[in-house]
């Protein structure tokens, strides 16, 4: 909802550029209309991810899997009606629940899913800590660092960038070169800190656009 919000009011002023006032009035009572209702699924020290059919909530303290998940935080920070308060205050919480510093690992979702009622569906199929079941998904942890960058957070998104570059890990451990991106790394007891899909440009691209555009301002 915040990324349709947020795509929603970029075409509103493309539209508007081109004098093309009603269907940018209709994009932007749109993209208002459900950025206010994505800031009231507040779950009190950060966003709901979602809701399942039944109106079970996901992403959630309430739950045993999946208490907070870290894209629904990050992408707030795209929308003008999210409150600040909250984004920040979400944004912590993303940082300190999700970001394991002894391991480097900035990990997705916390905790895992693991034979869950009701079921999240496919991504369950990957292992607890595996991929986007609650390791880290590199994609994901870079817009957690642009969200902060955003939100004139460099400290902590500084930190979060350095953490992601692969050099210095051991890589018998890694076992990815440390010179690329991984896709993903584990964050599962059983093989903590193992690289997978490594030369993945789709998380090289976005590391390199959130270092020029959001940390040294180069658009």
């Known amino acids: 909802t915040w990324f349709f919000s947020h795509t929603a009011h970029r075409f509103a002023a493309l539209l508007s550029a081109r004098g093309q006032g009603k269907a940018a009035e209709k994009y932007e ?11 009231e699924a507040w779950d009190g020290k950060w966003y709901l991810r979602g809701y399942y059919d039944k109106g079970t909530p996901l992403g959630s303290q309430t739950q ?9 935080q990050s992408f707030s920070s795209l929308s003008p009606e999210a409150e ?16 394991d510093r002894g391991s480097r690992i900035i990990r997705l979702f916390d905790p895992p899913f693991e034979n869950a009622e009701p079921s999240p569906g496919y991504i369950e199929s990957y292992g607890p800590g595996f991929r986007e079941n609650g390791g880290q998904y590199t994609h994901g942890a870079l817009w957690l660092a642009m969200a902060l960058l955003r939100e004139n ?4 998104a500084v930190e979060l960038i350095q953490a992601l570059l692969p050099d210095n890990r051991d890589l018998t451990n890694y ?24 030369w993945y ?9 959130t270092v020029t555009e959001n940390l040294l301002g180069i658009k």
């Open 84 to 99: 600040k308060k909250r984004v920040n205050e979400a944004l912590s919480s993303a940082f300190s629940r999700l970001f």
């Open 175 to 198: 076992e990815a070169e440390p010179y690329v991106l991984a896709a993903d790394i584990s964050s599962n007891p059983d093989c903590n800190g193992k690289a997978g899909w490594s």
């Open 153 to 156: 957070r460099t400290d902590k």
């Open 64 to 72: 045993p899997f999946c208490q907070i998940d870290s894209i629904a």
């Open 29 to 39: 009572t749109t993209a208002q209309s459900l950025g206010k209702s994505a800031n």
């Open 201 to 209: 440009t789709g998380s090289a691209g976005w590391f390199y656009r």
